[in-house]
């Protein structure tokens, strides 16, 4: 298994500003992602976050609206830009293992007004 | 496109009783198959998976799932619910090129009551 953490782990935003999300992984990952999950609802994809390269987002998501960094295979960064209250969601990384089981870390949980 | 199904918003149990939670899938390739549990206000729990082998999988806290690749489904399941199983259940589908890419289904609220 791997343990990840996320900071922050909730935070209430004003509309147009900017959130930076960041995920700790406890040992070294080739590939983490970023999912968001809305109220109510299920978890979508926004991007993997690939170390060493650009990230690659899912339809419907752009690196303006959501930059991500990967500095090393340990560590990563979700930012949320420009907000506006339809991005109030959770936000969750997530690794893959070996073994092909995906972890998820405890998300942050962001509310914008 | 790939695709993933839960059929039931909410499934309700008595305790004690043998539970079901249905999943069914669309995928192009050899699908690895996921289900997760998420508690209220707590992050997603990793429960079982279906990469390869035999059909019957077992996972965490009891919980075991079927792949029949005949009706695309991987149905989770457990031979005596708890109390304690109530929680929002998640299946999900990644294709055999394992990008790491899940796709998700709409999850399924189980209900067990004493």
């Known amino acids: 298994s791997a343990v990840i953490s996320q900071k922050p782990s909730r935070d209430i935003c004003q509309r147009g500003t900017s959130l930076t999300i960041q995920c700790q992984v406890d040992?070294?990952?080739?590939?983490m992602f970023w999912y968001r999950q809305q109220p109510g609802q299920s978890l979508t994809l926004i991007a993997t976050?690939?170390?060493?390269?650009?990230?690659?987002?899912e339809s419907g998501f752009v690196i303006d609206k959501f930059p991500i960094s990967r500095p090393n295979l340990t560590f990563s960064t979700l930012t949320v830009s420009n907000m506006s209250p339809e991005d109030s969601s959770i936000y969750l990384c997530?690794?893959?293992?070996?073994?092909?089981?995906?972890?998820f870390g405890p998300g942050t949980r962001l509310t914008v007004t | 496109a790939q695709s993933v199904a839960q059929p039931e918003d909410q499934v309700n149990v008595a305790e004690g009783n043998p539970l079901t939670v249905k999943c069914t899938y669309s995928?192009?390739?050899?699908?690895?198959l996921f289900w997760y549990v998420q508690y209220p206000n707590r992050g997603l729990q990793f429960l079982l998976k279906?990469?390869?082998?035999?059909?019957l999988v077992k996972g965490s806290y009891g919980f075991e799932a079927e792949f029949n690749k005949s009706q695309t489904s991987f149905h989770l399941k457990k031979p005596s619910a708890l109390v304690s199983d109530s929680a929002l259940y998640f299946c999900?589908?990644?294709?055999?090129?394992?990008?790491?890419?899940?796709?998700f289904g709409q999850g399924t609220t189980l209900q067990v009551k004493p």
């Open positions: 997530s690794v893959v293992t070996p073994s092909y089981e995906q972890y």
């Open positions: 279906y990469i390869t082998g035999d059909n």
């Open positions: 976050a690939n170390q060493g390269s650009e990230a690659t987002y």
């Open positions: 999900a589908v990644s294709h055999s090129g394992n990008t790491g890419k899940l796709i």
């Open positions: 995928v192009s390739g050899n699908p690895y």
């Open positions: 040992s070294q990952v080739t590939m």
